[in-house]
C-alpha cells in the first residue's frame, strides 16, 4: 500500500516571476522536490542555493500564503509559488550591473582565498535599509567588519579602525559595485592615505561598461593596480612552497570568467 500511495502524482501549478507552469509532483514531496522542480520548470532563473520561500494558494485567505516548514503536496491540486528571498539589493541590481553572475562568482573566489590565507576582510553595504543587503551568494560571514554605510567611500571611521589595528598593512585589494562610483572613491581615498591598492577587475563592474572603462583608466592613473583575481591570489600566495598554495590552487583551478573584460576596450 505504501508503494501505492508513493507513486500517485498530483496536479500542481508552479508560478514563478510573472509565469505559471502546470507539473505533476509525487503525493508527500516536501520543500526540497518542490524546488528541484521549479528549477526543473525555470531553469537558470531559479538559483537552488539562493534563499526561497515557497507559498501556497490559501482558498480560505483567498492568496498565497507562506507553506509552513513541513509542508507536503497532499492528494488534491494545488497552486505553488517561489518568492526569492534574496535581499532587495541582488535582485535589483542583478538585472543591472553589467556581468553581475560573472561578478559575483569571481568575488567568491576572492573570498574564499581570502579564509584560506587568513586575509581580513571588510564589508560595506551601500545604504542597505533601501538597497538590501550583500547577496546571498556571497559568504561574508567571516569578515573582520560588515557596516552599512550612505557615504560612497568606505573609507569612514568604522574602516579607519580596523585599519588602525592593522599597522603593518600597506596594501588593499577592492573589488565590488560600482566601479565607477564606491570602488573609485574608495580606491581614490586609500591611495591619498598612502595605501597601495589592487582593483580585481573581474569582480568589479557598473551598470554601464563605459563607466566601468573609464573607472578602470582613471584609477591606474592615479595609482591603482588594476589587475585579475587569479594574479591577487597567486601574488597573495608568492610561491608554490607556500603552505596554503594548494589549498589556494584548487579555488583557481578552473579559470575565472572573463566577466565582460573582453568586451572593453582600455
Not at 535589483?92 to 573566489?109: G, M
Request: proline residues 6%; contains cysteine; negative net charge.
Amino acid at each position: 500500500m505504501a508503494d501505492t500511495m508513493a507513486s500517485v502524482e498530483v496536479p500542481v501549478l508552479l508560478s514563478f516571476s510573472a509565469f505559471s507552469r502546470p507539473c505533476s509532483l509525487p503525493q508527500g514531496s516536501g520543500h526540497d522536490v518542490i524546488l528541484q522542480s521549479f528549477a526543473s520548470k525555470y531553469g537558470r532563473d531559479v538559483d537552488v542555493r539562493a534563499r526561497h520561500v515557497i507559498q501556497v494558494f490559501s482558498e480560505e485567505w483567498g492568496q498565497y500564503v507562506d507553506a509552513p516548514p513541513d509542508f507536503t503536496v497532499s492528494h488534491a491540486p494545488c497552486k505553488l509559488r517561489l518568492v526569492p528571498c534574496c535581499n532587495p539589493s541582488g535582485e535589483r541590481f542583478r538585472p543591472a550591473i553589467s556581468y553581475f553572475e560573472d561578478i559575483v562568482t569571481v568575488a567568491q573566489r576572492l573570498l574564499q582565498g581570502a579564509g584560506i590565507l587568513d586575509i581580513p576582510v571588510i564589508v560595506s553595504e551601500q545604504y542597505p535599509k533601501g538597497l538590501g543587503s550583500t547577496v546571498p551568494e556571497l559568504d561574508v560571514s567571516g569578515a573582520r567588519l560588515l557596516f552599512p554605510k550612505t557615504r560612497f567611500s568606505m573609507v569612514l571611521p568604522e574602516t579607519e579602525a580596523v585599519l588602525a589595528d592593522l599597522p603593518a598593512l600597506r596594501s588593499v585589494v577592492l573589488f565590488g559595485i560600482e566601479a565607477h562610483v564606491c570602488v573609485q572613491q574608495t580606491a581614490l581615498d586609500l591611495i591619498g592615505r598612502g595605501y597601495e591598492v589592487h582593483v580585481v577587475a573581474d569582480a568589479t563592474s557598473s551598470r554601464s561598461m563605459v563607466d566601468r572603462m573609464f573607472a578602470f583608466q582613471r584609477l591606474s592613473g592615479a595609482g591603482a593596480v588594476v589587475t585579475t583575481s587569479e594574479a591577487v591570489l597567486l601574488q597573495l600566495v608568492g610561491d608554490k612552497e607556500h603552505p596554503k598554495f594548494k589549498e589556494v590552487q584548487s579555488v583557481i583551478r578552473t579559470s575565472a570568467p572573463e566577466s565582460g573584460l573582453l568586451a572593453m576596450k582600455v
